[in-house]
């Protein structure tokens, strides 16, 4: 057969020929050209029609997934959620392990290498200079058990059976401060040791990193007992007391293997906050301090380690008082703490981080004021201490504080005779009455809101109060309230005026209910009061001062006040460097706290008390002056707040028992039947007033007063009741002395009104206008006269007689006659006898 032959059905195929696959034709059937094909055979059709089912099921079993689309596309899969974690835990593990090998334990950080801080006052001079590390290291074995516990009870119960770290309670540490519940350290014991003992006190993340390894290794190499025993020996306990043994010589004045429970107990109390929970230093945290004293015994009780009947008997043990480094004797130590609470508080530089050392604090404490405040207090007060004569002058203690109404800076602070004897500082403790001081601040918020009596009349210096003793406040839905007079004296109708020279607490009470006592508050915390004031309440009460600010807060308050009503924040400190680098310091700040009008007016009517009202002695100071007496229930303190167009400064006489740590009264200190605010407090504040301004020129207030301030009312004589006896206006007091031609205890002739025009009403039984330009006669306040309202420039030095002249009127030996120093119709020094009523706040 030749081989254009056509081949037969079923002939040979040539050797490894298989069958080509179909291949799909794009086109459609009739897009396929025409033309013969060769038939197929039989099984070879056969073949391909498997070979092309065979061929689309492998194409149906691989078929692509679907891609993703929408929003699916934004989350990852679980491939890479299981990638990304196992990459995270080895990144972690792999960090762990490096950090592990490159962090080492480090040298001690030993206290030798500690600084000392440096204080300078404004002008560079030095203040003072600290930084004696007062530590005893003592082994576990002499520090009891019940003390061990204590620490264990408010650090860390676990200590024994956990490792070196807790990274659950330093995740929640760390929420906690982020999200404002307050700093908390989540450190363990092991790493508080490590960071007392090896490291320091900064809070960044490279120390807390090493701290984290260093505990680590430190718990693999040391035992438990060591590093208890370390962390004990390292810890700050307030004091300038380090580790245990100290802090026991310096709180209880004994050895630590002397301690008991409640001791040992109020030691782990001050691990938390040294100087905060120090209840000698800062008697009005005492509370807080009993409550985490409690914490740490009921830790003890959960725990085991102390029954519930020995902690049934555990009392508050009284911490010793307070004795200040020799380094900060006299009023450095006082300055030097005042500013470093002011750092503290400010955020500027913490307490543990100062107490490191190596800082240079450049105050706003002026030397020349400094040593005249000192002075001042010396000469009118401490001179006259006689505690072998009389047993109550051991318990006289003294404080104040001067700042420049403009600026907000604190020039001068007496805290105390001795910062190594009496270790509070009397200008900064929180925990005495202010008294009748804070009856300006209700005055000054009526003003302020437009506020009106109880019969709709707009409250003015001249608006008209009934000041009747034990007057039931009205519109007050409290419950009753009627507070009395000073020796329930009844002064009936009686001006705005009048009622502050007078000190009114009847006047005051009610005009705290018209204004609204939540706006007094608001006004007084505005104007400088701390709104944490213990004991500033809204309620009538709050105008008689039971609140306890201290002698700096109502200086920073006085000062607004005596700055048109601008509040500049008071600052103690100028500049701070640290070896050489400059820290951060807050910015000044002066906000308008009340209205200009508001201020102003307050200072016009404080004018009046100075001129003839309960601060008379006031005017020694030779100088325009404005200000306001007080005196604490019961005579514990005694306080005169007051300011020059250039200075505020507020002065407080109070009594406190040296051994016990009370507050006493003042009744026969100093040789006086009683002390009151008009008297030695208002001498101090005069004579530094008139030497801290020495040869500066003498300013006037340039006041801006509320409408209606300065028209003085037309009295009513049928009003007056006169007194047969005399011949004189009486109100029902029975109390005279010093009147000329028989002038009384009366509201009218005591009454100085319109004080810018210089008229004083209702003395010698008339009225006497324009009387040598505001002068009253016969006039003294708790002993300290004035004749003509001046002494020649001198200051009273003993009560009842004034430097430079007498006044007309007869004087008062010791401050009161028989119920106080007249003054001018009041009595602010009355004094109340022993074993009579007892009203609740003075003036």
Same mark, same amino acid.
């Given at each position: 057969?030749?081989?254009?032959?056509?081949?037969?059905?079923?002939?040979?195929?040539?050797?490894?020929?298989?069958?080509?696959?179909?291949?799909?034709?794009?086109?459609?059937?009739?897009?396929?050209?025409?033309?013969?094909?060769?038939?197929?055979?039989?099984?070879?059709?056969?073949?391909?029609?498997?070979?092309?089912?065979?061929?689309?099921?492998?194409?149906?079993?691989?078929?692509?997934?679907?891609?993703?689309?929408?929003?699916?596309?934004?989350?990852?899969?679980?491939?890479?959620?299981?990638?990304?974690?196992?990459?995270?835990?080895?990144?972690?593990?792999?960090?762990?392990?490096?950090?592990?090998?490159?962090?080492?334990?480090?040298?001690?950080?030993?206290?030798?290498?500690?600084?000392?801080?440096?204080?300078?006052?404004?002008?560079?001079?030095?203040?003072?200079?600290?930084?004696?590390?007062?530590?005893?290291?003592?082994?576990?074995?002499?520090?009891?058990?019940?003390?061990?516990?204590?620490?264990?009870?408010?650090?860390?119960?676990?200590?024994?059976?956990?490792?070196?770290?807790?990274?659950?309670?330093?995740?929640?540490?760390?929420?906690?401060?982020?999200?404002?519940?307050?700093?908390?350290?989540?450190?363990?014991?092991?790493?508080?040791?490590?960071?007392?003992?090896?490291?320091?006190?900064?809070?960044?993340?490279?120390?807390?990193?090493?701290?984290?390894?260093?505990?680590?290794?430190?718990?693999?190499?040391?035992?438990?007992?060591?590093?208890?025993?370390?962390?004990?020996?390292?810890?700050?306990?307030?004091?300038?007391?380090?580790?245990?043994?100290?802090?026991?010589?310096?709180?209880?004045?004994?050895?630590?293997?002397?301690?008991?429970?409640?001791?040992?107990?109020?030691?782990?109390?001050?691990?938390?906050?040294?100087?905060?929970?120090?209840?000698?230093?800062?008697?009005?945290?005492?509370?807080?301090? +009993?409550?985490?004293?409690?914490?740490?015994?009921?830790?003890?009780?959960?725990?085991?380690?102390?029954?519930?009947?020995?902690?049934?008997?555990?009392?508050?043990?009284?911490?010793?008082?307070?004795?200040?480094?020799?380094?900060?004797?006299?009023?450095?130590?006082?300055?030097?703490?005042?500013?470093?609470?002011?750092?503290?508080?400010?955020?500027?530089?913490?307490?543990?981080?100062?107490?490191?050392?190596?800082?240079?604090?450049?105050?706003?404490?002026?030397?020349?004021?400094?040593?005249?405040?000192?002075?001042?207090?010396?000469?009118?007060?401490?001179?006259?201490?006689?505690?072998?004569?009389?047993?109550?002058?051991?318990? +006289?203690?003294?404080?104040?504080?001067?700042?420049?109404?403009?600026?907000?800076?604190?020039?001068?602070?007496?805290?105390?005779?001795?910062?190594?004897?009496?270790?509070?500082?009397?200008?900064?403790?929180?925990?005495?009455?202010?008294?009748?001081?804070?009856?300006?601040?209700?005055?000054?918020?009526?003003?302020?809101?437009?506020?009106?009596?109880?019969?709709?009349?707009?409250?003015?210096?001249?608006?008209?109060?009934?000041?009747?003793?034990?007057?039931?406040?009205?519109?007050?839905?409290?419950?009753?309230?009627?507070?009395?007079?000073?020796?329930?004296?009844?002064?009936?109708?009686?001006?705005?005026?009048?009622?502050?020279?007078?000190?009114?607490?009847?006047?005051?009470?009610?005009?705290?209910?018209?204004?609204?006592?939540?706006? +007094?508050?608001?006004?007084?915390?505005?104007?400088?009061?701390?709104?944490?004031?213990?004991?500033?309440?809204?309620?009538?009460?709050?105008?008689?001062?039971?609140?306890?600010?201290?002698?700096?807060?109502?200086?920073?308050?006085?000062?607004?006040?005596?700055?048109?009503?601008?509040?500049?924040?008071?600052?103690?400190?100028?500049?701070?460097?640290?070896?050489?680098?400059?820290?951060?310091?807050?910015?000044?700040?002066?906000?308008?706290? +009340?209205?200009?009008?508001?201020?102003?007016?307050?200072?016009?009517?404080?004018?009046?008390?100075?001129?003839?009202?309960?601060?008379?002695?006031?005017?020694?100071?030779?100088?325009?002056?404005?200000?306001?007496?007080?005196?604490?229930?019961?005579?514990?303190?005694?306080?005169?707040?007051?300011?020059?167009?250039?200075?505020?400064?507020?002065?407080?006489?109070?009594?406190?028992?040296?051994?016990?740590?009370?507050?006493?009264?003042?009744?026969?200190?100093?040789?006086?039947?009683?002390?009151?605010?008009?008297?030695?407090?208002?001498?101090?504040?005069?004579?530094?007033?008139?030497?801290?301004?020495?040869?500066?020129?003498?300013?006037?207030?340039?006041?801006?007063?509320?409408?209606?301030?300065?028209?003085?009312?037309?009295?009513?004589?049928?009003?007056?009741?006169?007194?047969?006896?005399?011949?004189?206006?009486?109100?029902?007091?029975?109390?005279?002395?010093?009147?000329?031609?028989?002038?009384?205890?009366?509201?009218?002739?005591?009454?100085?009104?319109?004080?810018?025009?210089?008229?004083?009403?209702?003395?010698?039984?008339?009225?006497?206008?324009?009387?040598?330009?505001?002068?009253?006669?016969?006039?003294?306040?708790?002993?300290?006269?004035?004749?003509?309202?001046?002494?020649?420039?001198?200051?009273?030095?003993?009560?009842?007689?004034?430097?430079?002249?007498?006044?007309?009127?007869?004087?008062?030996?010791?401050?009161?006659?028989?119920?106080?120093?007249?003054?001018?119709?009041?009595?602010?020094?009355?004094?109340?006898?022993?074993?009579?009523?007892?009203?609740?706040?003075?003036?």
């Amino acid at each position: 057969m030749s081989s254009d032959e056509p081949q037969q059905q079923g002939a040979e195929k040539p050797e490894g020929w298989a069958p080509r696959e179909p291949v799909d034709d794009p086109r459609t059937p009739d897009e396929t050209p025409a033309g013969p094909a060769a038939p197929a055979a039989e099984g070879e059709r056969g073949e391909q029609a498997d070979a092309g089912e065979t061929g689309n099921a492998g194409k149906a079993g691989k078929k692509k997934r679907p891609k993703r689309k929408g929003w699916r596309r934004i989350f990852p899969t679980w491939r890479m959620v299981l990638g990304g974690f196992i990459l995270l835990i080895l990144l972690c593990v792999g960090g762990f392990a490096a950090g592990y090998m490159i962090v080492d334990i480090p040298p001690a950080n030993a206290a030798a290498t500690a600084q000392s801080n440096v204080y300078l006052y404004a002008d560079g001079s030095q203040l003072a200079r600290d930084g004696e590390v007062n530590r005893e290291n003592v082994p576990l074995s002499q520090i009891p058990k019940e003390v061990q516990h204590a620490a264990l009870a408010a650090e860390d119960r676990d200590f024994y059976s956990e490792s070196a770290v807790d990274p659950k309670a330093m995740i929640r540490a760390a929420y906690n401060t982020v999200t404002g519940k307050g700093k908390q350290s989540g450190s363990t014991i092991t790493q508080q040791f490590v960071k007392n003992y090896y490291l320091g006190q900064e809070q960044t993340i490279t120390r807390k990193a090493k701290e984290f390894f260093i505990s680590i290794k430190l718990d693999r190499e040391v035992s438990k007992d060591d590093i208890l025993a370390g962390y004990l020996n390292t810890s700050y306990f307030g004091r300038n007391a380090y580790g245990v043994q100290a802090a026991a010589q310096a709180y209880f004045g004994k050895d630590v293997k002397k301690l008991n429970t409640a001791q040992g107990a109020y030691l782990a109390t001050l691990l938390n906050s040294p100087n905060a929970y120090d209840v000698a230093t800062h008697p009005e945290n005492k509370q807080r301090a +009993v409550g985490r004293w409690n914490y740490v015994l009921d830790g003890m009780v959960k725990e085991g380690w102390l029954s519930p009947a020995e902690r049934a008997k555990t009392k508050f043990p009284a911490p010793k008082e307070a004795k200040g480094s020799s380094s900060l004797s006299g009023q450095r130590g006082y300055l030097v703490q005042a500013v470093e609470d002011y750092l503290a508080a400010n955020d500027i530089v913490d307490e543990d981080t100062l107490d490191k050392g190596g800082y240079r604090i450049t105050t706003t404490l002026q030397k020349g004021r400094q040593d005249a405040f000192k002075k001042a207090v010396d000469d009118q007060v401490m001179s006259k201490v006689d505690k072998e004569a009389r047993k109550v002058d051991r318990n +006289v203690r003294a404080g104040g504080a001067s700042i420049d109404p403009k600026t907000g800076k604190v020039v001068a602070m007496y805290g105390g005779i001795d910062y190594t004897k009496q270790y509070v500082n009397n200008a900064t403790r929180r925990d005495y009455q202010v008294g009748s001081t804070f009856k300006p601040f209700v005055f000054t918020s009526a003003v302020e809101n437009g506020s009106v009596t109880q019969d709709g009349r707009p409250i003015t210096p001249n608006t008209i109060y009934d000041g009747t003793n034990k007057r039931p406040v009205q519109g007050w839905d409290g419950g009753a309230y009627a507070p009395e007079n000073e020796d329930d004296v009844n002064y009936g109708d009686i001006t705005v005026r009048t009622a502050t020279d007078k000190s009114v607490n009847s006047v005051y009470a009610q005009m705290a209910v018209d204004v609204g006592s939540d706006k +007094v508050k608001d006004t007084a915390v505005a104007l400088g009061v701390p709104e944490t004031t213990p004991d500033l309440t809204a309620s009538p009460s709050i105008a008689l001062g039971p609140s306890t600010a201290s002698v700096l807060d109502m200086t920073e308050a006085y000062a607004t006040l005596a700055n048109h009503g601008k509040h500049p924040t008071y600052t103690m400190v100028e500049r701070v460097t640290k070896d050489g680098q400059e820290i951060e310091l807050p910015e000044p700040k002066t906000a308008q706290a +009340v209205s200009r009008e508001a201020a102003d007016t307050t200072t016009s009517i404080l004018q009046s008390v100075v001129d003839g009202g309960t601060g008379t002695a006031a005017q020694a100071a030779g100088r325009p002056a404005a200000g306001k007496t007080g005196t604490a229930e019961e005579d514990k303190a005694a306080w005169f707040a007051g300011y020059t167009p250039e200075l505020a400064t507020v002065v407080s006489v109070m009594g406190q028992n040296p051994d016990t740590g009370a507050h006493t009264p003042l009744y026969g200190a100093l040789g006086q039947p009683r002390i009151n605010g008009g008297a030695y407090p208002a001498q101090i504040w005069a004579q530094f007033t008139r030497d801290a301004l020495e040869g500066e020129p003498v300013q006037d207030f340039d006041l801006q007063l509320e409408e209606g301030a300065d028209v003085p009312p037309v009295p009513d004589p049928s009003d007056v009741e006169e007194d047969p006896a005399t011949g004189g206006a009486v109100t029902g007091g029975d109390d005279t002395q010093g009147q000329d031609g028989g002038q009384t205890q009366g509201q009218d002739q005591g009454q100085t009104q319109g004080q810018d025009q210089g008229q004083t009403q209702g003395q010698d039984q008339g009225q006497t206008e324009g009387q040598d330009q505001g002068q009253t006669e016969g006039q003294t306040d708790g002993g300290a006269t004035v004749d003509g309202g001046a002494t020649d420039g001198g200051i009273p030095t003993d009560p009842g007689t004034a430097q430079g002249g007498q006044t007309d009127g007869s004087t008062v030996d010791g401050g009161t006659g028989d119920g106080g120093a007249d003054l001018g119709g009041l009595t602010e020094g009355a004094a109340r006898r022993k074993g009579e009523g007892s009203p609740a706040y003075y003036y």
